[in-house]
């Protein structure tokens, strides 16, 4: 594995030597609170008999070992009722409050009702990790693009799904990790890893679509197309078909080329995860140097659609979150503690910056249904950034995107 | 502790608190009246929003000491009737609306209280209006449009 390994790296900067252009571009994106609107709550009442609790928890049978084990109580004790959940966005995977409530219970020898502030979840919550990405491509004289080399790293773990396109689609392709550990608390955030795996990925091939002179849709289509023809690799784990489907979905539903928007400026991006493909073009304007995405034109397959009018409504709260955390998400942490602790200063999109329009088209297949909570998410955030680029000139690579934007104005 | 007469959705109801407590947890700890949410309780959400005197407020951010007599509506109080929802509601359902439904009380009652005072509003109106109100899931389409067909269904 090693020896194939360093062949391979060796190949690699071979190419990048010979190559007619380089081009290598690093991406970042930062720590994000999931801030779900409904408070983590639990109620916990423990006896010496019994271990009773109602909490709304997104994986439930996990938590009953991990209240067996950290409560000292015996399986066949515990009994746990599942509250309604408020959107978790991956926040109420873990069910750490859970056990708190039991504790408190245990000691307080009474009924609990925990219920964290705003505060208490953004200071204490278990956040999507800080990542990294570098790309780097050799393109040849004839304007191919020869080998690509991609390095992904973050705070504890790495966001780059190797085997995902580009992968297949190019010659030489290398894709490593590195990972570096944290005591911050990190865990599942809306699309784990593909949230910024798409960003950065559908931004460079944005810009490599441009330095080889292609339209970025269709240079999409071209390397699927060559992937399908001829796959690199074996172990591409994308269905090169489908993913060209939403593509060519998309460009039809867009006008792709005319901007349904007036004043509008375009970005394309497309992305499979959960199981899914979705391709989105945004429309962007800028209104006293704020950026605005008025439109947005999605192509989703995710199989057989079972109820469309919540699979739409689905679509486009992925869109607008992944336009607001494009634009405005950003945790920091100062000094050990969160630099934001509630609303006021940690940025949520609002009504006025949602878009006016968001156009969902759905591949009608019957194969089995797949991920729709998720797969839209990742790919929202390079659209936004590679319409910027068309309308204000600029490359964003460090998100939040409208920080970047009032840095390079600075 | 003190003791206090809320007109609360037409109804004169006693309770007895620390006057500094926020009326969104009189109403929802002491009244049972858990339509209303907390999200923040900093007004930076509008998650808590009810009425005082017919104009949306943060109800996290009143103390129970501040209301004296002014009539308080939740959203347990606005329906039409016994049998009938309010407008509001009504287009809310036929538009789908909600994704998980937290943040839709506060958005239902900034929406009545808009409509109150501007019968048919523009949409740079409406998203002034309602960008106090977060939406996590991102209704914010489905919100707009069902503003607009309620203005539509009460001013024709
Ligand atoms: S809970 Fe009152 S504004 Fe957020
Ligand atoms: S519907 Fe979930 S927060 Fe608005």
């Given at each position: 594995m090693t020896l194939l390994r360093r062949t391979k790296m060796e190949i690699l900067k071979l190419h990048l030597k010979n190559a007619k252009r380089v081009i290598e571009r690093t991406y970042t994106a930062p720590f994000l609170a999931h801030n779900p609107m409904e408070p983590i709550s639990c109620f916990a009442h423990i006896t010496d008999e019994k271990a009773f609790f109602v909490a709304p928890i997104q994986i439930p049978e996990m938590m009953k070992q991990n209240i067996v084990a950290n409560l000292d109580i015996k399986p066949e004790q515990l009994e746990m009722k599942l509250a309604r959940m408020?959107?978790?966005?991956?926040?109420?995977?873990?069910g750490h409050y859970i056990v708190e409530a039991g504790h408190i219970s245990k000691k307080m020898k009474a009924p609990v009702k925990l219920i964290y502030t705003r505060e208490d979840d953004m200071t204490n919550g278990i956040y999507r990790p800080t990542y990294i990405m570098t790309y780097k491509a050799a393109i040849d004289e004839n304007n191919n693009v020869t080998a690509l080399h991609v390095i992904g790293g973050g705070f504890p773990e790495s966001p780059l799904h190797e085997n995902r396109f580009p992968a297949g689609a190019i010659d030489n392709y290398l894709a490593e990790s590195w990972e570096l550990p944290t005591n911050i608390t990190i865990g599942a955030y809306r699309a784990p890893r593909s949230n910024f795996n798409a960003s950065a990925e559908q931004s460079f091939l944005d810009e490599l679509a441009e330095a080889v002179g292609k339209d970025p849709l269709d240079f999409r289509i071209e390397l699927l197309k060559k992937a399908k023809a001829n796959p690199v690799g074996k172990n591409n784990d994308y269905d090169v078909s489908r993913y060209m489907g939403v593509l060519q979905l998309l460009k039809e539903k867009s006008n792709w080329g005319s901007p349904a928007t007036k004043n509008a400026k375009r970005g394309v991006s497309a992305y499979f995860c959960h199981a899914s493909y979705a391709a989105h073009v945004v429309d962007v304007t800028m209104k006293n140097g704020q950026p605005y995405v008025e439109k947005v034109v999605t192509a989703m397959d995710c199989?057989?659609?079972?109820?469309p009018e919540g699979a739409k409504n689905m679509v486009e709260g992925a869109v607008i979150d992944g336009i607001g955390n494009a634009l405005y998400g950003e945790l920091l942490i100062d000094k050990g503690d969160t630099a934001q602790k509630n609303l006021n200063n940690y940025r949520i999109i609002r009504h006025r910056e949602a878009p006016k329009k968001i156009e969902v088209h759905f591949v009608q297949n019957n194969i089995d249904p797949t991920g729709l909570g998720e797969p839209p998410f990742p790919p929202v955030f390079a659209a936004v950034a590679n319409a910027l680029y068309k309308a204000t000139g600029k490359r964003l690579y460090h998100q939040p995107y409208l920080k970047e934007l009032n840095k390079q104005k600075a | 502790m003190a003791k206090f007469q809320l007109k609360i959705n037409g109804k004169q109801l006693s309770v007895d608190v620390d006057p500094s407590t926020p009326l969104l947890w009189v109403l929802r700890d002491h009244l049972h009246l858990v339509g209303t949410k907390y999200g923040c309780g900093a007004g930076a959400c509008g998650a808590c929003t009810v009425h005082l005197n017919g104009n949306a407020l943060r109800s996290c951010q009143l103390p129970v000491s501040a209301v004296g007599t002014q009539a308080i509506t939740t959203i347990e109080g606005i329906a039409t009737s016994e049998t009938e929802m309010h407008p509001v509601q009504k287009a809310w359902l036929e538009l789908d609306v909600a994704q998980c439904g937290y943040c839709q009380t506060g958005q239902i009652m900034s929406a009545v209280a808009l409509l109150k005072r501007n019968p048919n509003p523009t949409e740079a109106e409406i998203e002034a209006a309602m960008t106090g109100n977060i939406c996590r899931c991102g209704t914010y389409i489905r919100i707009k449009a069902a503003i607009q067909k309620a203005a539509k269904s009460t001013t024709k």
């Amino acid at each position: 594995m090693t020896l194939l390994r360093r062949t391979k790296m060796e190949i690699l900067k071979l190419h990048l030597k010979n190559a007619k252009r380089v081009i290598e571009r690093t991406y970042t994106a930062p720590f994000l609170a999931h801030n779900p609107m409904e408070p983590i709550s639990c109620f916990a009442h423990i006896t010496d008999e019994k271990a009773f609790f109602v909490a709304p928890i997104q994986i439930p049978e996990m938590m009953k070992q991990n209240i067996v084990a950290n409560l000292d109580i015996k399986p066949e004790q515990l009994e746990m009722k599942l509250a309604r959940m408020g959107g978790g966005f991956g926040r109420r995977a873990y069910g750490h409050y859970i056990v708190e409530a039991g504790h408190i219970s245990k000691k307080m020898k009474a009924p609990v009702k925990l219920i964290y502030t705003r505060e208490d979840d953004m200071t204490n919550g278990i956040y999507r990790p800080t990542y990294i990405m570098t790309y780097k491509a050799a393109i040849d004289e004839n304007n191919n693009v020869t080998a690509l080399h991609v390095i992904g790293g973050g705070f504890p773990e790495s966001p780059l799904h190797e085997n995902r396109f580009p992968a297949g689609a190019i010659d030489n392709y290398l894709a490593e990790s590195w990972e570096l550990p944290t005591n911050i608390t990190i865990g599942a955030y809306r699309a784990p890893r593909s949230n910024f795996n798409a960003s950065a990925e559908q931004s460079f091939l944005d810009e490599l679509a441009e330095a080889v002179g292609k339209d970025p849709l269709d240079f999409r289509i071209e390397l699927l197309k060559k992937a399908k023809a001829n796959p690199v690799g074996k172990n591409n784990d994308y269905d090169v078909s489908r993913y060209m489907g939403v593509l060519q979905l998309l460009k039809e539903k867009s006008n792709w080329g005319s901007p349904a928007t007036k004043n509008a400026k375009r970005g394309v991006s497309a992305y499979f995860c959960h199981a899914s493909y979705a391709a989105h073009v945004v429309d962007v304007t800028m209104k006293n140097g704020q950026p605005y995405v008025e439109k947005v034109v999605t192509a989703m397959d995710c199989g057989f659609v079972v109820n469309p009018e919540g699979a739409k409504n689905m679509v486009e709260g992925a869109v607008i979150d992944g336009i607001g955390n494009a634009l405005y998400g950003e945790l920091l942490i100062d000094k050990g503690d969160t630099a934001q602790k509630n609303l006021n200063n940690y940025r949520i999109i609002r009504h006025r910056e949602a878009p006016k329009k968001i156009e969902v088209h759905f591949v009608q297949n019957n194969i089995d249904p797949t991920g729709l909570g998720e797969p839209p998410f990742p790919p929202v955030f390079a659209a936004v950034a590679n319409a910027l680029y068309k309308a204000t000139g600029k490359r964003l690579y460090h998100q939040p995107y409208l920080k970047e934007l009032n840095k390079q104005k600075a | 502790m003190a003791k206090f007469q809320l007109k609360i959705n037409g109804k004169q109801l006693s309770v007895d608190v620390d006057p500094s407590t926020p009326l969104l947890w009189v109403l929802r700890d002491h009244l049972h009246l858990v339509g209303t949410k907390y999200g923040c309780g900093a007004g930076a959400c509008g998650a808590c929003t009810v009425h005082l005197n017919g104009n949306a407020l943060r109800s996290c951010q009143l103390p129970v000491s501040a209301v004296g007599t002014q009539a308080i509506t939740t959203i347990e109080g606005i329906a039409t009737s016994e049998t009938e929802m309010h407008p509001v509601q009504k287009a809310w359902l036929e538009l789908d609306v909600a994704q998980c439904g937290y943040c839709q009380t506060g958005q239902i009652m900034s929406a009545v209280a808009l409509l109150k005072r501007n019968p048919n509003p523009t949409e740079a109106e409406i998203e002034a209006a309602m960008t106090g109100n977060i939406c996590r899931c991102g209704t914010y389409i489905r919100i707009k449009a069902a503003i607009q067909k309620a203005a539509k269904s009460t001013t024709k």
